[in-house]
């Protein structure tokens, strides 16, 4: 068996993809820290080991994300958004035409064609606000893990809003809410509310006739979920593993 490895060193974590042809085999992630190489490799082998394999077994191995160039052993360093657009493309069946990736450090709005080409890029990369940075300071600030946020906001119980776009100013905003006694809850609302509205102006609603993909580890909030279509008024679509995507595209690159 000859396997293509996909790996994808993002800001906050590192994932590895094992494909063959088309089929992911195998699928992990690592906190990304100092030494991205190493921690690359070791992933992968774990990787092989849980699938039988050895290095001998590997076809080629691409790279992408913020530390793809730092992947002495990578055949290959892609683009991550070529790579987001090639994996969920295929994932989604060849149906998805907007694709919204929440990272560590940037918001991603992608439009396709009917082809899987690329045709539209906006980012938000200047600022932390909306990004996974801005979900984990917030944690920090009301000592809750982000894993909790879905069910408090699901819970809230009354609507307040957020209104600071900077994180800076945000940060100040959420401790004098707490201050005033605002519960948890009603403030992971009125965060993903907050998300929300800002990736909706990276947007025309016109351009969301076709619904839209989420994409990246805050995809798997569903109360983020549930904000952004509420916000967009169009469906928003998830894949089962929606942090593992970028990968996978740059696996597919090698084909």
């Known amino acids: 068996m000859s396997v293509n490895v996909g790996l994808d060193l993002g800001s906050t974590a590192i994932k590895v993809v094992l494909t063959e042809g088309r ?10 820290a100092p030494g991205q190489e190493s921690l690359a490799q070791i992933l992968t082998r774990k990787g092989l080991t849980e699938l039988g394999l050895t290095s001998r077994d590997v076809g080629q191995v691409a790279s992408t994300g913020y530390g793809r160039r730092l992947v002495g052993f990578a055949e290959k360093a892609v683009d991550e958004i070529l790579a987001n657009a090639v994996g969920l493309f295929e994932l989604s069946g060849r149906t998805a035409r907007h694709i919204v990736n929440i990272g560590g450090q940037d918001v991603k709005c992608i439009s396709l064609d009917e082809q899987g080409r690329v045709t539209d890029i ?6 932390a606000a909306g990004t996974g940075r801005f979900f984990e300071l917030v944690a920090r600030l009301l ?3 982000v894993s909790d946020f879905t069910d408090l906001s699901q ?9 600071s776009t900077c994180v800076v100013f945000a940060e100040s905003e959420i401790v004098s809410l707490m201050a005033k006694g605002t519960k ?5 609302k009125a965060l993903h509310e907050s998300v929300a509205r800002r990736v909706a102006s990276m947007f025309k609603y016109s351009e969301l006739n076709e619904g839209l993909w989420l994409d990246g580890g805050p995809a798997m909030n569903k109360a983020l979920v549930t904000a952004l279509a509420d916000e967009l008024m169009t469906e928003v679509f998830v894949l089962d593993k929606p942090q593992y995507t970028v990968a996978y595209g740059a696996a597919l690159c090698l084909n």
């Open 23 to 32: 089929k992911i085999l195998w699928h992990g992630q690592t906190p990304t």
């Open 122 to 127: 906006k980012m938000n990369d200047k600022c």
């Open 143 to 145: 000592d809750t893990p």
């Open 155 to 163: 819970a809230a119980t009354e609507s307040i809003t957020l209104n």
């Open 184 to 188: 948890k809850m009603d403030i992971v």
